[in-house]
């Protein structure tokens, strides 16, 4: 049996839309690199690849290679997704790659996502507000209850990565459209009982066109969060419970 890390001898076109903003004088442009596919190989291991052996100026980001940091998204023929989950041996001989649209253009297929993702925290204030009693730093914190706890950290599991903001439809018409991961982020908090703020509280938030009532119900976030989290169930029960409540 062949122990060459080339293995497969798939020959692999890797058409890359590459941009400088600051450079003057770039222009957006494809640009084509070809490598031999390996056994396990994933888009992050060939961009290294071609990024130390073929063309040191590509740019793209990745710090965890394990899906948890987020910073490897981009679009992949197309569709969002994360470079160091997706195998190549999944996709065609001849890939394409592009930045997530959407999000500020640092260069190449790096995107300036962290920008974005504070600025919507800090608009819906996605931490918990104590309530306002004295700290008794001697007591421990109250138990939660397990199933209570399990459904807060599922929806804690969210990346930040931008793939559903990336695929949204209302994104690219609503530019101060929260999207689905800070319609999840409500959600979590409103579940957590050491948040002091009401249902009227959050649903202010998000109560408007680009909150809850803005999205269009594409499911396009559900389809394309690599962490598979149940965000068209969230928007639907944050925007049915607001409807209840005298929220249109």
Request: glycine share 8%; net charge negative; with cysteine.
């Amino acid at each position: 049996m062949s122990t060459s890390p080339h293995a497969n001898g798939r020959k692999i076109r890797f058409n890359i839309l590459r941009y400088n903003p600051q450079a003057a004088d770039d222009v957006p442009r494809m640009q084509a690199y070809e490598l031999e596919e390996a056994d396990g190989m994933t888009l992050f291991i060939a961009l290294n690849e071609i990024r130390d052996k073929q063309d040191p100026s590509l740019q793209f980001d990745f710090v965890c290679r394990a899906g948890i940091c987020g910073s490897c998204a981009m679009l992949i023929d197309g569709r969002p997704g994360l470079a160091c989950r997706t195998l190549t041996k999944n996709l065609g001989a001849e890939i394409t790659l592009a930045p997530l649209p959407f999000f500020e253009l640092i260069g190449d297929l790096s995107v300036n996502t962290g920008k974005w993702m504070r600025a919507m925290s800090e608009r819906l204030q996605t931490w918990v507000h104590a309530r306002e009693q004295e700290v008794d730093l001697t007591r421990i914190e109250e138990r939660m209850d397990p199933e209570l706890a399990e459904k807060i950290y599922e929806l804690d599991r969210c990346i930040e990565c931008g793939c559903c903001v990336a695929g949204c439809g209302t994104a690219r018409m609503r530019e101060d459209f929260v999207g689905a991961v800070g319609l999840n982020k409500i959600a979590r908090f409103r579940l957590d009982p050491r948040d002091a703020r009401t249902d009227a509280d959050y649903y202010e938030l998000v109560g408007d066109d680009d909150g809850v009532f803005g999205c269009m119900s594409l499911l396009a976030c559900h389809d394309v969060c690599p962490k598979n989290l149940p965000l068209a169930t969230q928007i639907a029960f944050v925007r049915r419970a607001m409807v209840k409540q005298g929220f249109e």
